[in-house]
């Protein structure tokens, strides 16, 4: 029983990473883009985690480990703007 | 019965992710879809993680579950923090996004 | 799991039409980005958990913030011409074609192949013992493939010095939102925490998925956390300690093998009783240099500095 939950969670949890790919692609905003690829991002440490217990590969929960950090560095370069020159903007 | 524990909170995470990800589809505006995207963040992945983590067996795998808990909900808080001060920032000063 | 497969394979393809013919610039990046997540889960699938960590750290996490930095540089407006969708025009067109001919044939060649291709993967794992290590990816990409190695070392130094030779680096005079001081803050939690994951998967490579390549990424992370919370930035002059730790990789790769040919009486062979402590070795001057590496083509100068030194 327990294998099926796993693979009907991480099949759902695949379909949820799909269906957000709309706001990806859909936007309008940058900021509507960034949101929809950090909920990504976690919908996929999600989904390796499971992975990681479903395989028994303990080293994908490393995998996960690096994505979320990796995820606050890409919020970060983001948001980072040439500054304001001359108050013209 | 930690397994029926286990796999009840990973379905319960996966109805938070299912949550987040309407949420972000149907909410109206950049602040509410926020909103919607630090429940799949935070509790999703924290009920999917202790499922998970009573499923890996050993104290050790637990705790690295545990901390990747940990990082995801400090790095979504600070991303979640800059990206609404940033669409309140870009929303001032006109839509420069598509460059 | 055949239906998770399937799904994956169809977004995988969706993603990839949509980075060639998305309208902007970012556009393009960000299903980059969410390609580079999926691509990681397709290597799970594949039973390649040392690519996933490499697809993690590299493909989804440095590359993205690169590009999202070169399109800040990016001086407004620039990019925001429409870019040809690829079957529009007659060159794009022919590429197109190209690409889809060659996949086709791939694909047939794939179904076609023998069974046979496993041999050498077979004979290195009757090795490993000799090998130094548990792992059998760090043992072929250290000790039995390890003059592939030791150029793909070269070939990222090649990358750096050809980035370098531009000499006009875009000018990353970005800054953060001035009103918060959570950057800051989370670069003092998270750099330990890098650091430490960066360190252990450079050692972890011995008997687990990681290694150099995946560790040093993670230590490039580190200092791509620091420049872009404001506490570093790129240098236009270098010092003789960086350039030290750049070659390093390569010059104790290349001298382990050298120096040790009276010895074995092969280049690249080492002796049983020490393979392991210069695995060791090989493997952390590796995971310097090539973390350096990354940083400076991230940061495309020859140099690094606290923010605001002269």
Redesign the interface.
């Known amino acids: 029983?327990?294998l099926l939950?796993?693979?009907a969670?991480?099949?759902?949890?695949?379909?949820?990473?799909?269906?957000?790919?709309?706001?990806?692609?859909a936007?309008p905003?940058?900021?509507?883009?960034?949101?929809?690829?950090?909920?990504?991002?976690?919908?996929?440490?999600?989904?390796?985690?499971?992975?990681?217990?479903r395989?028994e590969?303990?080293?994908?929960?490393?995998?996960?480990?690096?994505?979320?950090?990796?995820?606050?560095?890409?919020?970060?370069?983001?948001?980072?703007?040439?500054?304001p020159r001359g108050g013209d903007? | 019965m930690t397994t029926f524990l286990a796999c009840g909170l990973i379905l319960a995470g996966v109805g938070f992710y299912l949550a987040g990800t309407v949420g972000l589809l149907r909410f109206p505006d950049v602040y509410s879809r926020l909103h919607a995207l630090t429940k799949a963040d935070n509790t999703g992945l924290g009920l999917l993680a202790l499922g998970v983590a009573l499923l890996a067996g050993s104290p050790r795998l637990a705790l690295l579950i545990a901390l990747v808990w940990l990082v995801a909900i400090i790095a979504a808080s600070v991303a979640c923090h800059l990206i609404a001060g940033y669409a309140l920032q870009v929303g001032e000063c006109g839509d420069e996004d598509d460059r | 799991m055949t239906a998770l497969d399937s799904l994956l394979a169809l977004l995988l393809l969706l993603l990839a039409a949509r980075c060639v013919s998305a309208r902007s610039l970012l556009q393009a990046i960000v299903a980059f980005i969410v390609l580079g997540l999926l691509l990681a889960l397709s290597w799970v699938r594949l039973e390649a958990p040392d690519l996933a960590l490499a697809e993690a750290a590299i493909g989804a996490g440095l590359l993205g913030v690169l590009l999202l930095g070169t399109w800040r540089s990016l001086p407004l407006g620039h990019g925001n011409e429409r870019i040809p969708l690829p079957w529009q025009g007659l060159r794009p067109a022919l590429i197109t074609t190209g690409c889809t001919v060659l996949a086709v044939l791939l694909t047939v060649a794939l179904h076609q192949h023998p069974e046979q291709a496993a041999m050498s993967g077979l004979a290195a794992l009757d090795q490993l013992d000799a090998a130094g290590v548990d792992q059998p990816v760090t043992a072929v990409l250290l000790n039995f493939r390890a003059y592939d190695t030791l150029l793909e070392m070269g070939v990222l130094l090649m990358a750096l010095i050809g980035t370098l030779m531009l000499d006009s680096p875009l000018p990353r005079d970005t800054e953060l939102p001035a009103r918060t001081m959570l950057p800051a803050t989370l670069a003092q939690l998270f750099l330990p925490l890098i650091l430490l994951i960066g360190l252990y998967l450079v050692w972890a490579g011995a008997y687990s998925p990681g290694g150099a390549f995946q560790g040093g990424a993670v230590l490039a992370g580190a200092g791509v956390l620091l420049i872009l919370t404001g506490f570093g930035e790129g240098d236009g002059r270098d010092g003789w300690v960086l350039r030290a730790l750049l070659a390093g990789g390569a010059l104790v790769f290349t001298l382990a093998g050298l120096l040790l040919i009276p010895v074995t009486g092969a280049f690249m062979a080492y002796p049983q009783g020490l393979v392991t402590p210069i695995m060791v070795l090989i493997e952390f001057s590796l995971a310097l240099s090539i973390a350096l590496s990354l940083l400076l083509l991230y940061t495309g100068t020859p140099g690094l500095r606290r923010r605001g030194e002269r």
């Open positions: 029983m327990t939950v796993l693979d969670a991480a099949f759902m949890l695949l379909l949820l990473l799909g269906l957000g790919l709309i706001r990806v692609i936007g905003a940058g900021a509507d883009r960034i949101l929809a690829v950090q909920l990504s991002g976690t919908t996929t440490v999600g989904l390796l985690l499971l992975l990681a217990v395989l590969e303990p080293a994908l929960i490393h995998a996960a480990l690096l994505f979320v950090l990796f995820a606050a560095l890409l919020a970060l370069a983001f948001v980072r703007r040439a500054p903007r």
